[in-house]
């Protein structure tokens, strides 16, 4: 982990900070910070997707993740038309959940995770795009000025 990227983390869990004073401390844009929060911090997950640690009454039990798994499997196995038919589609749907599923595919947080990003050259991207739109918006009031 690069030490700019600790100290983002470091800023955020153990002195409290915001992202946006994380990114005024450090010169960077605050979707920079943010998208790189949610990349390293559980913490800031739980924050920004609104879980609370202590709540687990809407997750399924393991044992009711055990019985819905097997449904998913059997139904991945055994499907079948009303006619007696194989269904292949139903058959196939339920594979591609199993293995996507089992390739960590399903979760977006883990997906990020995977997706390491130098948050340096990402801030430089933000900005100069934001320095691109305000040069366009510029040209664009500056037309419609001289037409007007």
């Known amino acids: 982990m690069l030490a700019i990227e600790t100290q983002i983390k470091k800023s955020f869990e153990e002195e409290g900070m915001m ?20 990349q390293l911090s ?28 097997q449904i998913i499997y059997n139904t991945a196995m055994c499907a079948e038309t009303p006619d007696g038919q194989i269904d292949y589609r139903t058959r196939l ?12 595919r399903k979760e977006v947080v883990k997906g990020l995770q995977a997706n390491t990003f130098n948050i340096m050259n990402f801030n430089d991207a933000l900005q100069a795009a934001k320095h691109n739109a305000a040069k366009i918006k510029q040209a664009v009031l500056g037309k419609e000025v001289i037409e007007a």
Do not use: C, H, W
């Open 19 to 38: 992202p946006e004073e994380i990114a005024e401390q450090l010169g960077l844009q605050v979707v920079a910070v943010k998208a790189k929060l949610m």
């Open 42 to 69: 559980t913490t800031y997950r739980r924050a920004a997707m609104g879980e609370d640690e202590g709540k687990d009454e809407l997750n399924f039990s393991d044992d009711q993740l055990r019985d819905v798994n």
């Open 93 to 104: 749907a339920a594979a591609t959940y199993i293995r996507d599923d089992k390739k960590g």
